[in-house]
């Protein structure tokens, strides 16, 4: 059984930074690409970050410059650090697991809740 567990969500300081976690379970997690989306009430989800197998990361312009995402193999782990966050921020936010055998193979997190608020 696959599984997706993200941690570290929660209320968040404007101007403040948040750190997510998603650990695997039931995959091979070494050759799949992983990344986080977001999605906002009443708004489609997007994407937040994405890392390759090899280790490539890929930001979309709004979080270029302050998100970093990260994965450890050894630990089925791929992580955000997000700063300067605003209320625009505040989203649940999901941990993504893909690979293309034959078609499109992926796996989704429950989701963590981020708020950003004072």
């Known amino acids: 059984q696959v599984q997706l567990v993200e941690s570290g969500g929660g209320l968040v300081q404007p101007g403040g930074s948040l750190r997510l976690s998603c650990v695997a379970s039931g995959i091979n997690f070494n050759i799949y690409d992983m990344g986080w989306y977001r999605q906002a009430p009443g708004k489609e989800r997007e994407l937040v970050a994405t890392?390759?197998?090899?280790?490539?990361?890929k930001y979309p312009d709004y979080v270029e410059g302050r998100g970093t995402i990260s994965r450890d193999n050894n630990k089925k782990a791929v992580n955000l650090q997000m700063n300067s966050l605003q209320s625009e921020d505040t989203a649940v936010y999901y941990c993504?697991?893909?690979?293309?055998?034959?078609?499109?193979?992926?796996?989704w997190g429950q989701g963590a809740q981020v708020t950003v608020s004072s």
């Open positions: 890392i390759t197998s090899s280790g490539v990361a």
């Open positions: 993504n697991a893909n690979r293309y055998d034959r078609g499109w193979i992926d796996y």
